[in-house]
């Protein structure tokens, strides 16, 4: 036999707390600063080293309470609410101070105890309605009351009507005991063309300590009923109203009626544009606009689209009117080496006289613009314009230098050149 002797070496371990759960409590009433409770954690190794305590605010978003980071006392830092939040759970949090990275967590359940601060309201938002021929005594309507507040011994309410309400004549309350009550009607029918509406203030009072209390008021709406007792017309502006009509019927009917009067508006319109008359605006330029006539005339058999005696009849004598925007050096501008050309003279006539007409005629273009004549004679009055003149002419230019520029400008040297063999080529 041997003894062996085993050695346990000491391995650093987080804080350990005395308790894994403490559940503490506090009322809603308390001030800020007020102590909840105490946790407590020792570092389990043989050092033994100090522990600091702090609070998870993951777990105390709102940062409710705080703790004291060398004894693990914890108190409030806001007032609270039991009815926002009846029980918060917070982590608290253990650390080593020689070394923090070991942490201990312990967990604290804190319930908050009620006081009576929340006066008592009604259950609901109630919708009381009586009938026009309702009789006396008949219960139109059963009401409760809810507390926010939660006393150890539960709720108990009652009720009555609150100042003058108590002496009316319409209705009175009847509490029944157990945290309801009852409206009765304390006549024989009621009538909406004299009251529509009537409002009812009630009293409501707790049993906590001390008592709270508050007046809620309760509309009622005297209604048209049907044989059961059921609320049919409500509105006092519908007893006016034709019989087998509702407000909605009139409504839809009123609709329909406006439609129709905007088609009709739309189609008189359509019409009107369609009539109106394709009209020239005298202050626009009626030259601005292209217009198109795709008419084509009849030729030279046509004797009716132009008259044939204007250019037959040459005693016709024609006023000549003097235009305004011409001068007259204008007018009587012509060429002096005119030539008389027996056969040219009636269209030579014709032309000078349009051309008359055109500068007299106040809608015609400026005289500053170009005027196309599309008229081919059988010959021209007017001198050539060329520099190069033919033979026929009576030029002084000599063209014989041509012959000597070569192979290229033979042709022209034969139609301009004056010796004799170009004469007679």
């Known amino acids: ?52 305590y702090s609070i998870d605010r993951n777990t105390d978003l709102e940062r409710y309470f705080n703790i004291d980071a060398n004894s693990g006392v914890i108190t409030t830092a806001k007032p609270l609410d039991r009815e926002t939040n009846a029980v918060h759970n917070i982590t608290v949090l253990a650390m080593e101070s020689q070394n923090p990275s070991q942490i201990g967590r312990g967990y604290v359940a804190i319930t908050i105890l ?69 409206i009765i009607t304390r006549r024989n029918g009621f009538r909406r063309q004299e009251q529509s509406v009537y409002y009812l203030p009630i009293f409501i009072v707790d049993s906590g300590s001390p008592s709270l209390s ?73 030259r601005e606009n292209i217009v198109r006539y795709d008419d084509e005339g009849g030729g030279e058999e046509d004797t009716e689209a132009f008259d044939m005696a204007a250019l037959r009849n040459l005693n016709i004598i024609r006023d000549t009117k003097t235009r305004r925007d011409v001068t007259p050096e204008i007018q009587f501008l012509s060429r002096p080496s005119f030539k008389s050309i027996p056969d040219n003279v009636i269209f030579r006539e014709f032309i000078w006289e349009r051309l008359k007409e055109a500068d007299v005629d106040p809608c015609a273009p400026p005289y500053d613009s170009l005027q196309t004549y599309a008229f081919e004679g059988n010959g021209s009055v007017a001198e050539s314009l060329s520099s190069l003149d033919s033979i026929s002419s009576n030029s002084e230019q000599n063209y014989d230098y041509l012959s000597d520029w070569g192979p290229r400008f033979k042709r022209l040297a034969d139609m301009y050149g004056t010796g004799p063999e170009n004469l007679y080529s």
């Open 214 to 286: 508050s007046t809620n008021t309760l509309t009622i709406r005297v209604c048209d009923c049907d044989a059961d007792g059921i609320a049919q017309t409500c509105n006092a502006e519908a007893y006016i109203l034709p019989a087998g009509l509702s407000t909605g019927a009139l409504i839809a009917i009123l609709a329909c009626v406006l439609t129709l009067l905007v088609l009709v508006l739309l189609i008189v319109t359509m019409r009107r544009r369609k009539k109106e008359p394709l009209v020239f605006d005298e202050e626009r330029d009626i």
């Open 1 to 52: 036999m041997t003894t062996v002797k085993i050695i346990v070496e000491d391995v650093d371990e987080p804080p350990v707390f005395t308790s894994r759960l403490y559940s503490m409590v506090v009322s809603e009433a308390a001030k800020v600063g007020t102590i909840i409770g105490t946790v407590a954690a020792h570092d389990p190794d043989a050092s033994n080293s100090p522990v600091r």
């Open 114 to 182: 009620d006081i009576n601060d929340n006066a008592p309201e009604f259950a609901m938002d109630y919708e009381t309605t009586v009938c026009e021929n309702a009789e006396l005594g008949k219960v139109i309507q059963r009401i409760s009351a809810i507390d926010k507040d939660d006393p150890p011994s539960g709720h108990q309410f009652s009720f009555s009507l609150a100042g003058e309400a108590a002496n009316n004549h319409n209705f009175t309350l009847q509490d029944n005991k157990d945290n309801t009550a009852s």
